[in-house]
Antibody
Framework: QMQLQESGPGLVKPSETLSLTCTVS??????????WGWIRQPPGKGLEWIGS???????NYNPSLKSRVTISVDTSKNQFSLRLSSVTAADTAVYYC??????????????WGQGTMVTVSS | EIVLTQSPGTLSLSPGERATLSCRAS???????LAWYQQKPGQAPRLLIF???SRATGIPDRFSGSGSGTDFTLSISRLEPEDFAVYYC?????????FGQGTMVEIK
């Protein structure tokens, strides 16, 4: 059973860069290709898709965040990462990494990490 | 981007009752790429339905999805105590993927 786990600082200062890593266990990222995703949820609010990365490294970002987001993948470490630059309080949220149910770009997310809370504050 | 509007915002029902949740899209969702998720406090979302009507692995058959184009419905035939949660729809047919604002199903 594949599992995902987010890790990274829980507190980031305004204007700095948020960096999170998602570690995949229970399976190799190299064995089958997926569009691995990042989704966030501000406290008490709904879900927002941040972007996705294919196992080969191709990315697709939400236009609302595209200028500040970088997603990368390291299949040798079974990890993929999120960087969000120039953060403000509006970026305070629980950040989830997720894997879709199929290898197609058109797949919903069926495996989720537990989420990690990131607070932007000085 | 496609905006998803869920209704009602809150649904107050008793265990054993039927729940009907609506998700309306601002434009047609390509190939019915519409999913439903359940989220409980402090937990990650759980995929219930994909492709508008296909149940994800391990999801009880009391959950069913229907609809196409711009109008989609999630039905829970008989509410169990563990079904009281927030439900989100998501479209993944047109980038950026978007989610509805959620419907809370609470115990009456």
């Amino acid at each position: 059973q594949m599992q995902l786990q987010e890790s990274g600082p829980g507190l980031v200062k305004p204007s700095e860069t948020l960096s999170l890593t998602c570690t995949v266990s229970g399976g190799s990222m190299s064995s089958r290709s997926y569009y691995w995703g990042w989704i966030r949820q501000p406290p008490g609010k709904g879900l927002e898709w941040i972007g996705s990365i294919y196992s080969s490294g191709n990315t697709n970002y939400n236009p609302s965040l595209k200028s500040r987001v970088t997603i990368s993948v390291d299949t040798s470490k079974n990890q993929f990462s999120l960087r969000l630059s120039s953060v403000t309080a509006a970026d305070t949220a629980v950040y989830y990494c997720a894997r879709p149910y199929g290898s197609s770009w058109y797949s919903a997310f069926d495996v989720w990490g537990q989420g990690t809370m990131v607070t932007v504050s000085s | 981007e496609i905006v998803l509007t869920q209704s009602p915002g809150t649904l107050s029902l008793s265990p054993g009752e039927r729940a009907t949740l609506s998700c309306r899209a601002s434009q047609s969702v390509s190939s019915s790429y519409l999913a439903w998720y359940q989220q409980k406090p402090g937990q990650a979302p759980r995929l219930l339905i994909f492709g508008a009507s296909s149940r994800a692995t391990g999801i009880p058959d009391r959950f069913s999805g229907s609809g196409s184009g711009t109008d989609f419905t999630l039905s829970i035939s008989r509410l169990e105590p563990e079904d009281f949660a927030v439900y989100y729809c998501q479209q993944y047919g047109s980038s950026p993927w978007t989610f509805g604002q959620g419907t809370m199903v609470e115990i009456k």
